[in-house]
Every structure is written in C-alpha cells, then in structure tokens.
C-alpha cells in the first residue's frame, strides 16, 4: 500500500524532530552484515525505511513513532518517555534498529537498553565518536563494532522537494551503522559496509511521497561517481 503525504504541513513538525529520510540501500546492506534477534522494534520508523527493509530479511518487526508519518504500528509512541515495550515484543528478545534523530541518539541507547534490548543498530554520522562532550557516554556505551557506508549517501529531510534533493544530493558526509550489543567484551571495532545498485530498487511497504526522489536519478548518482572515480585513477 502506498501512502501519501504533504510535505509543506509538515515540515515545521519534521524540523523539530529531525526527520530525515535513511537511503533505501543502507540498512539492506547492514543486514547482511549484522545478526539480529528474531524481534525487531523501529522506534523512529518515520516513513518506513529500516523496518521495511528489515522485514524483507526475515526478520518480525514492530514499527512505531512519535508522529504519524503515514507508516507504523503505532504513529504517536514517544520512544523516550514510555516504560515498556509494546505488547507483542513484551518477553521476546529484541533488537533495536532505527535512524534516529542525530541530537538524541544518546539518550536512544540508553533507553533501549533499559528496555531490555539484547543489541541497538543505530545509523549516524561517523562524527559521532569524536564529540568530546559526549565521553562519559562512551565510556558508559562503548559500541561493539561501526560500519562505514560506502560510497557515501545523501540523507534527505523530510520536507525537501525534488529540486532541493538534487542540489543537495553531494555525498560529502561520511555515515555509519553503530552496533551495541549486550554483553559483548569488545570495542570500537570498525569495518565497512559496501552499497549495491540491486538495492536501490523500491520498497512496497514504505509510506511514500509524492517528492521522494526517483530510484534512477538516484542510481545514476551514483554511477557517475563511480565513473568519475574510475577516470581519476586512470589518469
């Protein structure tokens, strides 16, 4: 089912929840790196992106959010201020599997792991790790491994219309997928994961709108800088 949206409504909403759009082949790709537990739980699904894709995996998912993006199990749940977990991950093991908003992703793992998530896979920028101001989380939260996205993405917000997305379609920041993962001994592990062009196909379950940008420019984004690359080395 496919679902639309106004953007123009909501982007005084989507601002303050920084609501930005995980490229589609992103968490396809960290799924093939990363085991899950059978449950998964989005809880900033927005419109869809990592739960769909998640589900595709195999995996059963419980998608929800703060507000209704036109996708979700439950459209108005407040990640940060609920004290359990939804009824049908309530004594199941769970993974925790989102794009969170960049600001709060701190207080996100803490959350999820007093929840009682066995492991959190997280999507943020490879800047992260290097804020001095967030130290004690670190030492609090070391992540078990990071996986740098390659090549890089364009994260989209919200409200951006076809024309802004192509303007700001540069790939200049480096992101990554955090994984923390209870109980485990190790640390700061760091790797790579790689995109591949069969994963920009579209996702069905997905709330769309009318603005996404089109799969091909997309694609062909990317192979122009694959192109690119390939003529600079050969000089």
């Known amino acids: 089912m496919t679902y ?3 953007y123009e409504a909501d982007e005084d909403i ?8 995980t490229p589609r082949a992103c968490p396809r790709a960290i799924l093939r790196s990363e085991l899950f537990t059978p449950y998964i739980w989005d809880p900033a699904c927005g419109r869809g992106i990592c739960a769909e894709a998640a589900r595709e995996a195999g995996y059963q998912v419980y998608a929800s959010d703060i507000y209704d993006w036109g996708y979700g199990d439950d459209r108005s749940l407040d990640f940060l201020t609920c004290d359990t977990v939804p009824e049908p991950l ?5 993974s925790v599997f989102t794009n969170f908003p960049f600001a709060l992703a701190c207080d996100f793992v803490d959350k999820s792991f007093r929840l009682g998530a066995r492991k959190v896979v997280l999507f943020h920028r490879q800047g992260w790790i290097g804020s001095q101001e967030r130290g004690t989380f670190w030492q609090s939260f070391p992540y078990q491994r990071s996986y740098v996205i390659r090549p890089r993405v364009s994260c989209y917000w919200f409200w951006f219309s076809p024309q802004e997305r192509y303007k700001m379609n540069s790939g200049s920041t480096d992101y990554c997928w955090y994984v923390f993962e ?3 001994n190790s640390r700061f592990q760091q790797d790579w994961v790689d995109l591949e062009e069969r994963d920009f196909r579209l996702m069905p379950g997905i709330a769309h709108s009318e603005f996404d940008v089109r799969l091909e420019d997309e694609l062909l984004f ?3 800088r694959h192109i690119m690359k390939s003529d600079v080395a050969a000089e």
């Open 90 to 94: 309530q004594g199941k093991p769970f």
């Open 4 to 6: 639309q949206w106004p």
């Open 182 to 184: 209870k109980g485990q």
């Open 222 to 224: 990317y192979r122009a």
């Open 14 to 21: 989507a601002r303050a929840l920084e609501a930005s759009e």
